[in-house]
């Protein structure tokens, strides 16, 4: 710990226990951890993203958004075109919050209690009052290149024609999300990579403003820049 707090004074380090439930796949099991982040009452405003996540540009103009006690995107992933807005589900992977006590213990109850994931908490607790950040480039999935079809990632702007590398370069922040590919931090085989690779058509050529197969490049490497962070990171603990 003194040499991460040395190589990074600027950042503030809490200790806090594992949230986790027994519900599910060991996956996301203790991703309930994420709402200690309503705890932070020393900051007025907290953006908390999952640790399988990739910073990829300054987020700092969110905090200059309305006040909300939560405000987060939405699933577009489940949600469909003609989903009723009331029904629509909510994520969590990304939450802009105002940690609060009296919520942090209202919150980690019902966790606690339900045993459902950190999802399920958030929409059960705030479908109703949370604000609706837009999903597209702060909610990217890496899931989202292995597709052939991103109408539900582009809404409302369903006809525009997709560009990874265009979309990387301008999203904010992209989430790791490949199952049943390990999360970037666990061992994966070859063959869970080979099969988890987004397709490489033959017949895709290079064009002015992105690489040929540039889904594939774009994936690649985000996982090639997770293992190299990870490596970077680590080296100060030894």
């Not at 007025?44 to 540009?57: E, G, I, P, Q």
């Not at 582009?154 to 904010?172: C, I, Q, T």
């Not at 058509?201 to 490497?221: F, I, K, N, S």
Request: aromatic residues 10%; proline residues 6%; contains cysteine.
């Amino acid at each position: 710990m003194a040499n991460l707090q040395a190589a990074a004074p600027h950042i503030h380090y809490r200790p806090f226990d594992v949230v986790s439930t027994q519900k599910g796949d060991s996956t996301w099991r203790d991703s309930l951890t994420k709402f200690h982040s309503f705890a932070l009452t020393e900051w007025t405003r907290v953006l908390a993203f999952d640790s399988d996540s990739l910073v990829l540009n300054s987020m700092d103009h969110y905090f200059l958004g309305p006040l909300a006690p939560v405000a987060v995107p939405r699933a577009y992933w489940l949600n469909s075109k003609n989903t009723d807005i009331a029904k629509q589900i909510l994520g969590s992977h990304v939450m802009l919050i105002e940690p609060n006590e009296a919520r942090y213990r209202k919150i980690l109850a019902e966790a606690l209690s339900s045993g459902d994931f950190d999802m399920e908490v958030v929409n059960k607790m705030f479908r109703n009052s949370a604000m609706i950040l837009p999903h597209r480039r702060l909610a990217l999935l890496t899931g989202e290149f292995r597709k052939t079809e991103h109408s539900q990632y582009l809404a409302p702007d369903e006809d525009e024609e997709w560009n990874a590398m265009g979309e990387v370069s301008r999203s904010f922040l992209v989430h790791f999300s490949d199952w049943p590919l390990p999360k970037p931090w666990k061992p994966r085989s070859n063959r869970q990579w080979q099969e988890a690779l987004p397709a490489c058509p033959d017949d895709d050529v290079e064009r002015e403003d992105r690489p040929r197969c540039a889904d594939r490049v774009m994936w690649t490497g985000f996982y090639e820049m997770y293992d190299m962070e990870r490596k970077s990171q680590c080296k100060i603990l030894h």
